[in-house]
């Protein structure tokens, strides 16, 4: 696992910050909402260059949680990759499988492809175990499936 670099850190944080101010209203109608979460960007690291979809060697690859909801971000290794046009759909082979994603511009030169995995998290009960099964979803995804 390659951690990301500082800049990149950088970037993920301010990524996050901004994903949150642009679904900041639906988080608060969502009914699902839980208070003792926060939107955070976890566990990311470099994609592999093994075996999966070749798309993908350019990201930065990690979980993105809400208040609302857990779901799997492929982010730009560097500001300046060009974004697809915002929701436009493409599967990804990862090693553990292939999954679905959405293009989302966060804001004028911040873009992800994003993958909904979890939509209520109401049974959280503090942010580490939000950090937790962020991190256990890491795992799953980055594990080569069986069928490999």
């Known amino acids: 696992m390659l951690a990301p670099t500082p800049d990149q850190y950088r970037r ?22 839980n208070p003792h979460l926060d939107v ?6 470099a994609c592999p260059d093994r075996g999966q ?23 730009p290794t560097f500001a300046s ?3 697809p046009a915002e929701g436009e ?9 292939r999954y679905p994603f959405v ?3 966060v804001d004028e030169q911040i873009w992800l492809w994003r993958c909904q995995l979890l ?11 939000g950090s937790r099964l962020a991190q256990r979803l890491m795992d799953q995804v980055m594990a080569p499936s069986a069928e490999a």
């Open 119 to 129: 939509d209520d998290l109401s049974d959280l009960e503090t942010r580490e175990e």
């Open 12 to 33: 993920l944080n301010e990524m996050a910050q901004a994903w949150k101010r642009r679904q900041a209203e639906a988080l608060e109608a969502s009914p699902s909402c």
């Open 53 to 75: 979809d070749s798309a993908v060697r350019d990201f930065l690859i990690g979980a993105l949680i809400s208040p609302a909801s857990l779901s799997l971000v492929l982010f």
């Open 40 to 45: 955070d960007a976890l566990c990311f690291q």
């Open 89 to 97: 759909r493409m599967a990804f082979d990862l090693p553990s499988g």
């Open 81 to 83: 990759a060009p974004s």
């Open 103 to 105: 293009a989302e511009r």
